[in-house]
């Protein structure tokens, strides 16, 4: 084990940073309103990823230097059209279907519908976890965020409870069962102008879970 890259010999400190990177993750990706504070969000990622600078083993992120550039160029009111339609458009609804859209099981073959085997998994490791999905939420249970929220709900447990198994779970659900698909969702969101945004918030979501997962950067 590579202990310059485990979650759980990090300080108290640096696994908080890492669990309030999940959580804002969540807050970007989120998709029931792309109606959110984008520019509170954008200063927040600001935040978030600098604190993080100096976790040994964790690749630096240049979400920063996106979010410099896109507050230089626009206005806060433009920026708030600007990346709320290009959220919309990558994520949830436009003409001939989304590039990006945010399902595991639309990763899992080439027939891209909702509801195939992730989705099943999904629900069976809530359901060991003891985890409900309640009938507000909306979403199918392989959602990026669903799968964040109980990557953040592993991250606690496997540190307050010292359980062995729980530890080893998370870094085969990142490395295993989140990372290929993420990996390939990052690479489907446009790189040029505010969609910058999310294709590296997106990438720096890969370089934490090869964290997590213990997997060697290339």
Not at 82 to 100: A, D, L, P, Q, W
Request: glycine share 6%; hydrophobic share 40%.
């Amino acid at each position: 084990m590579n202990y310059s890259r485990d979650y759980f010999t990090l300080s108290d400190r640096n696994q908080s940073l890492i669990k309030n990177a999940v959580r804002l993750l969540i807050r970007i990706f989120w998709t029931q309103d792309g109606r959110k504070d984008w520019a509170e969000i954008m200063h927040d990622s600001q935040d978030v990823w600098r604190s993080m600078h100096n976790i040994p083993g964790l690749e630096k992120t240049i979400v920063n230097h996106t979010v410099n550039q896109l507050l230089g160029k626009y206005s806060p009111f433009v920026l708030q059209q600007e990346i709320e339609s290009e959220f919309v458009r990558i994520f949830v609804n436009t003409r001939g279907g989304v590039s990006t859209p945010l399902y595991h099981s639309c990763y899992y073959d080439d027939q891209k519908l909702l509801m195939k085997k992730p989705a099943l998994e999904m629900f069976e490791m809530l359901e060991h976890a003891g985890i409900t999905l309640g009938p507000d939420i909306g979403e199918p249970p392989d959602h990026l965020c669903i799968e964040l929220e109980y990557l953040y709900f592993l991250l606690n447990h496997g540190t307050q409870n010292s359980n062995q198994e729980i530890q080893d779970h998370v870094r085969e659900f990142a490395r295993d069962f989140m990372l290929p698909w993420i990996t390939r969702l990052q690479k489907q969101i446009p790189d040029s102008g505010p969609a910058l945004f999310f294709t590296h918030s997106a990438q720096a979501l890969v370089d934490l879970l090869r964290f997590l997962g213990q997997v060697d950067q290339t």
